[in-house]
């Protein structure tokens, strides 16, 4: 089916764990991860590579823009991720809004709310769950920010 054909694809701003810089220090001893994938192909590839790593509470901080399918990446992402966080792209005109993001959320099937920007979204999974896995996802203009941010 779908994932089978999707397993050899390589796709941008794949997974990556970050390891320094000041989202890392706001994460303590949660891990943090970063993918730039934004369409439901990615999303599938997403669900699967996080399913290959050992098993933690996965936390969603996502933030899309208004042009992409948010339901169709975020479904695939839904049976493994506890909740997410939704935020703004910073500097985007074309972002959805935080609000928007977490409505879409929700209709895929995930618990989420919103939160005031990438570092608070970070501080507050990492408070309420210390052993979490957090992936900041959904679009490669949010992860080029982060990786100049926390390179």
């Given at each position: 089916?779908c994932?089978?054909?999707?397993?050899?694809?390589?796709?941008?701003?794949?997974?990556?764990r970050?390891?320094?810089?000041?989202?890392?220090?706001?994460?303590?001893?949660?891990?943090l991860?970063?993918?730039?994938?934004?369409?439901?192909?990615?999303?599938?590839?997403?669900?699967?590579a996080?399913?290959?790593?050992?098993p933690?509470?996965?936390?969603?901080?996502?933030?899309m823009?208004?042009?992409?399918?948010?339901?169709?990446f975020?479904?695939?992402l839904?049976?493994?991720?506890?909740?997410?966080?939704?935020v703004?792209?910073?500097?985007?005109?074309?972002?959805?809004?935080?609000?928007q993001?977490?409505?879409?959320?929700?209709?895929?099937?995930?618990?989420?709310?919103?939160?005031?920007?990438?570092?608070?979204a970070?501080?507050?999974?990492?408070?309420a769950?210390?052993?979490?896995?957090?992936?900041?996802?959904?679009?490669?203009?949010?992860?080029?920010?982060?990786?100049?941010?926390?390179?």
């Amino acid at each position: 089916g779908c994932a089978a054909a999707m397993t050899g694809a390589v796709w941008p701003a794949r997974l990556q764990r970050l390891r320094h810089g000041p989202l890392v220090e706001a994460a303590g001893a949660a891990e943090l991860w970063l993918d730039g994938g934004h369409n439901p192909a990615a999303g599938i590839a997403l669900a699967e590579a996080l399913g290959r790593l050992r098993p933690r509470p996965l936390h969603l901080v996502c933030g899309m823009l208004n042009t992409k399918d948010v339901a169709g990446f975020l479904a695939p992402l839904a049976d493994c991720a506890e909740d997410l966080a939704g935020v703004d792209i910073p500097g985007e005109a074309a972002t959805l809004s935080a609000g928007q993001t977490v409505a879409a959320a929700e209709a895929a099937g995930l618990r989420a709310r919103p939160a005031a920007s990438l570092a608070a979204a970070v501080r507050e999974i990492a408070a309420a769950d210390p052993g979490a896995r957090i992936l900041i996802c959904g679009s490669l203009y949010l992860a080029g920010r982060v990786l100049r941010e926390n390179g």
